[in-house]
């Protein structure tokens, strides 16, 4: 069917034909998931895939809430070139000047403040009147604006649980006061598709100057309609969509950038609105950030599950191999999945292993790649064939160890029927080697009582879990822990040929990022919101 798109009124659709801007919040709503704390170069790493990815707007994170915050927006502005870097800041004057300072020198900087418009927030939280939150839009959105003209996002927060009346004049005056983009966000993850798509439709209505600037929609996911409420704005002409990989966010997450995008992708009869997104950089930017983050994917997960593409019952099986349209409504290769597999041999050399971890967007030199080198070669000798699924994994591994603080020297237990497992390892710190040891109830808990002994610090583990990175019994292990410490939860994750030493890197790296953010966060972990 070709033609102008109409509505179900029988209107031209608003925006038809203009690509949709992509914003990823990954680097920040994303990591307010609970447990997940990146470093500087896990974050660094990210942004530059993010661009592979082909998103346009990266959110690096709030610098205002921390040193540690602060410093990797400004490592991602100055390093990451070919997206808008962005930070976010409150409507408060330091929050936008040191926002500023960090992103400042970004090749296309953006200052992104936020207030709330709903009655609630406004009596409850923030604590002003509609009067106040309206002459607060202006003063700093306009401050905004004299540090970083052309690029100001301005955001109502808990817009859709707002007085409509209201959150129009608040935005009238952001856009009055030089915001170039506004975000209507679901912060609570309350509104239906069937309400948003109109409220949007309002807004486009009652303030006209929205159709001079971009207007961003940032869904959360608590009944699970974060993408329908995205597609439905999307429908009503939203130009901006704010969205993270895997759908990590703050509760239930934001919409799943890679549903999303696929979505527009494959219903583009219906919604006419083009894509940047590279697609087939979807699955291994993905994996990427589950490893990275220690956020695994449920199998069953839309786009990046590892059932997604996988048909098993014989009805299905039968029309796929008939003819794959019958049950295919995209391909396992649009995202980027299945593309050679085998890729390197015992054989193969430090310089293949550097291209081949090029071409799949690692960067890795000196002392880095020396390691990497080593531990492929370990690989390599107990397995045949050293696949692009094991390369990321390793090379995930010299990305996370880079800040940190503790690693393990090495280890030893001794485990079996009848017997109480002893452990001892040496965990290194600055040069020096901690020992530390135990006698207890399961091998891992008397690795992880070993290793509380060496550095001091006491986790609670909350959750330990083993998968294999590919099939075969030579198989690498990763595990995943999430470790509770004074209140606060921390994950870690490794990757190794045994499990025992992949769990004592795993449950080091949780303790690492205990650690980190302390530093990072001073006496006051908290986040602002
Ligand atoms: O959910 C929300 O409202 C936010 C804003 C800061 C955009 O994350
Ligand atoms: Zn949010």
């Known amino acids: 069917m070709s033609g102008p798109q109409m509505t179900h009124k029988?209107?031209?659709r608003r925006n038809a034909g203009v690509p949709v801007v992509f914003f990823d919040t990954t680097l920040r709503d994303g990591e307010q998931s609970p447990g997940i704390s990146l470093n500087v170069g896990e974050k660094l790493e990210i942004a530059h895939q993010l661009v592979r990815l082909g998103v346009d707007v990266i959110e690096a994170g709030f610098?205002?809430?921390?040193p540690g915050d602060f410093e990797a927006v400004q490592a991602i502005a100055r390093e990451v070139r070919g997206a808008t870097v962005c930070g976010l800041a409150r409507c408060v004057e330091t929050d936008i000047r040191t926002c500023w300072d960090a992103i400042k020198d970004a090749e296309k900087p953006r200052i992104h403040t936020f207030v709330s418009t709903s009655d609630i927030h406004l009596e409850h939280q923030i604590k002003k009147t509609r009067e106040e939150v309206l002459e607060l839009t202006q003063r700093m959105v306009e401050l905004a604006v004299s540090l970083c003209p052309g690029d100001v996002q301005f955001s109502a927060m808990d817009a859709t649980r707002s007085d409509v009346d209201f959150l129009a004049a608040v935005l009238r005056r952001a856009v009055q006061s030089g915001a170039t983009t506004i975000n209507v966000p679901d912060t609570v993850g309350?509104?239906?598709?069937?309400?948003f798509g109109p409220l949007i439709e309002t807004l486009y209505e009652r303030v006209p100057e929205l159709a001079d600037v971009v207007l961003a929609v940032h869904c959360h996911n608590d009944l699970g309609l974060a993408v329908a409420n995205t597609l439905a704005a999307v429908s009503q002409g939203a130009t901006q969509v704010e969205v993270s990989v895997n759908g990590l966010g703050e509760r239930a997450g934001n919409a799943a950038l890679e549903e999303v995008a696929m979505a527009l992708r494959v219903r583009q009869d219906l919604l006419d609105r083009p894509v940047g997104i590279v697609t087939t950089e979807i699955s291994r930017t993905s994996r990427m950030v589950s490893n990275l983050t220690g956020y695994e994917v449920q199998p069953n997960k839309a786009i990046v599950g590892k059932n997604a593409f996988a048909h098993e019952s014989g009805i299905h099986q039968d029309g796929v191999l008939k003819e794959?349209?019958?049950?295919?409504i995209m391909r396992a290769g649009?995202?980027?999945?299945?593309e050679s597999d085998i890729v390197l041999g015992k054989h193969s050399g430090r310089h293949?292993?550097?291209s081949r971890l090029v071409e799949l967007g690692i960067h890795l030199s000196g002392n880095e790649l020396d390691e990497a080198f080593r531990r492929f070669k370990e690989i390599a000798d107990k397995k045949k064939q050293v696949t692009a699924l094991d390369l990321e994994a390793l090379a995930g591994e010299e990305i996370r160890e880079r800040e940190d603080i503790y690693r393990l020297n090495h280890f030893y237990v001794a485990a079996g029927t009848n017997m109480i497992p002893t452990s001892q390892v040496g965990v290194r710190k600055e040069g020096a080697e901690q020992p530390g040891k135990a006698?207890?109830?399961?091998s891992v808990e008397s690795i992880f009582r070993a290793i509380d002994d060496a550095v001091g610090i006491s986790g609670k583990l909350m959750d330990y879990?083993?998968?294999?990175?590919t099939s075969g019994k030579d198989s690498l292990g990763e595990v995943r822990v999430v470790v509770e410490v004074e209140g606060r939860t921390y994950a870690g994750q490794a990757v190794a040929i045994d499990v025992m030493e992949a769990s004592a890197k795993a449950y080091i790296r949780a303790l690492n990022n205990v650690t980190q953010q302390k530093e990072a966060t001073g006496a006051n972990p908290e986040r602002v919101f």
């Open 439 to 442: 006698f207890s109830g399961g």
């Open 352 to 354: 293949a292993l550097q």
């Open 190 to 195: 309350y509104t239906l598709p069937m309400e």
């Open 465 to 469: 879990r083993v998968r294999s990175i």
């Open 63 to 66: 610098p205002a809430t921390s």
């Open 324 to 328: 794959r349209s019958t049950y295919e």
């Open 10 to 12: 029988g209107k031209p």
């Open 334 to 338: 649009d995202i980027g999945l299945g």
